[in-house]
């Protein structure tokens, strides 16, 4: 009897829409390492270009949100994705151009990872904050999943976030949510614990502290973890265990680049 031949797996595929970090540590340019790290095709497409290094982000320059509307087009009709992630937006006029693009029927059952990125840690800013109410009324709902930091879930809930209140704070804020939260706990002090919100449980995660300068990119890298392993058909509270035992390998492999808050040493996927 002749055996039949393994079906070969279909290559899974991401898009990303967020800034580039010509440093090679965050934004697009991490995403893609990290997409590759997990397996998965990566697309990229830039919202906005920068100037920064491991010192921190000196200027911003927003792209065309017309041009990224034909981009992103362009690879819907040709290489479609099994997940979008979402990072820096820049300017209102991009985050329009984004809720277009994630408003598409054809999109609908694509899941979404928005990286609530607003700020850099250097105090750069990455969003235009007179669009705030169009990001949460516009973009979030379109969502998976955010991720927010702390100081970014303070901002978009409007209230100040303790490792305390934290599951209070997430209950009042997704109640009339239709997606899911992980806020990153990074900022807490002492050990950080991570508190993942979804079908209205709350389950929180943590880990000793890694005390090291080379953590430029972990919320870029968290996220686009969790879009690859999304992409590969885990859960959510699943893809949230790989992410986070990725970015914590990353950190423990960094190339030691630098004079700044370093990258992360992301490479192939061995968790």
């Keep these: 009897m002749v055996s039949q031949a393994a079906k070969p797996v279909r290559t899974k595929v991401a898009l990303a829409i967020s800034g580039s970090d010509p440093s090679g540590g965050a934004g697009l340019e991490a995403d893609l390492k990290t997409f590759h790290g997990h397996g998965v095709y990566g697309m990229a497409v830039p919202t906005l270009l920068t ?24 690879l819907l009709t040709d290489i479609f994705p099994d997940v979008i992630k979402i990072g820096a937006l820049g300017s209102r006029q991009m985050l329009q151009a984004v809720v277009r693009i994630l408003s598409q029927p054809r ?18 800013g990455l969003f235009d904050m007179r669009g705030l109410g169009d990001f949460l009324e516009r973009v ?3 969502a998976t999943v955010i991720t927010p930091n702390v100081p970014e879930f303070d901002l978009l809930s409007g209230k100040s976030t303790t490792p305390a209140n934290a599951a209070a704070h997430l209950l009042a804020f997704g109640r009339e949510m239709p997606f899911a939260i992980l806020l990153k706990g990074g900022h807490f002090p002492g050990d950080p614990v991570d508190f993942l919100l979804h079908q209205g449980v709350i389950k929180s995660f943590t880990a000793p502290r890694l005390e090291t300068p080379h953590t430029h990119g972990t919320g870029c890298v968290l996220a686009s973890s969790l879009a690859a392993n999304l992409a590969w058909g885990r859960s959510l509270p699943e893809a949230v265990e790989h ?14 680049l630098g004079r700044g808050r370093g990258p992360l040493g992301i490479s192939a996927l061995r968790i």
């Design 51 to 74: 100037v920064q290094n491991t010192l921190g982000v000196f200027k911003v320059k927003t792209m065309d949100p017309a041009f990224l509307e034909e981009q992103v087009d362009a």
């Design 107 to 124: 999109l609908a059952k694509v899941p979404v990872v928005v990286d609530t990125v607003i700020q850099s840690t250097s105090g750069a």
């Design 140 to 142: 979030l709902p379109k």
């Design 243 to 256: 992410a986070r035992a990725f970015v914590r390998q990353s950190i423990t492999e960094n190339p030691g």
